[in-house]
């Protein structure tokens, strides 16, 4: 079965701090690759997805994701990050109309 | 257009009562997705349908029942419910192809006593 990896359970950051989640997943064949986001008290918003073409995906609210084959790892980055990005993200993979997602990784950001 | 929604959002049930969780989707998606979100453990698919009249298991499908008799509703059962079963839960739905997005619903909050 797939599997996704993330490393980093609890990041602390202050604000202005660059970000940089790891997330590595399991399989070897085509992937197709997402972040989500949930905020305090809301339900998972997607950030940004690969599918195909360019590795380096630009997501919303200036997050962006690289996808490196080769090391089987999608990490997601932002280079400002601001109190306002404080929540859980969830990096997962489709592989057969299933869904498989990290454990998640909570940053908290300083003011 | 409300997207996702799900009933109830909070429930609390003793050990061995059965309940059903509603999920509801406008968005003419073929695909659905049930959900269990635990601590440190992230999202662990319990169930999912690719179509009305279908279901199949995904990686935590016991306690639970599903079924998909409309294309917008996606019931999650639990027949005899367990306090390993405390959970928030989490409807999805999804595209087809390229559309494989997920839409998320507010989640329902279950603790089984």
């Known amino acids: 079965a797939q599997s996704v990896s993330q490393h980093n359970h609890h990041v602390i950051l202050s604000e202005a701090a660059s970000l940089e989640l790891g997330c590595n997943y399991s399989?070897?064949?085509?992937?197709?690759l997402f972040w989500y986001v949930q905020y305090p008290g809301q339900h998972l918003q997607l950030l940004l997805k690969y599918f195909s073409g360019d590795p380096l995906v630009k997501g919303i609210k200036g997050f962006e994701a690289e996808f490196i084959k080769s090391k089987f790892s999608f990490n997601l980055r932002k280079p400002s990050v601001q109190w306002s990005d404080t929540a859980e993200y969830f990096c997962?993979?489709?592989?057969?109309?299933?869904?498989?997602f990290g454990s998640g990784t909570k940053l908290n950001v300083k003011p | 257009n409300a997207g996702v929604t799900q009933t109830p959002k909070f429930r609390v049930l003793k050990t061995g009562q059965s309940m059903t969780l509603l999920c509801a989707q406008d968005?003419?998606?073929?695909?659905m997705y049930w959900y269990r979100q635990d601590p440190g453990m992230g999202l662990r698919l319990i169930h999912y349908s690719v179509g009305e009249g279908t279901t199949a298991k995904g990686e935590v499908p016991d306690g639970y029942n599903v079924s998909r008799l409309k294309k917008q509703n996606f019931l999650l059962g639990l027949e005899s419910a367990a306090p390993s079963q405390t959970s928030v839960y989490f409807c999805a739905s999804s595209g087809q192809g390229e559309s494989y997005e997920q839409y998320f619903g507010p989640g329902t909050r279950l603790t089984v006593t």
């Open positions: 399989y070897g064949g085509t992937v197709n």
């Open positions: 997962a993979v489709i592989n057969f109309n299933k869904f498989y």
């Open positions: 968005m003419n998606h073929e695909y």
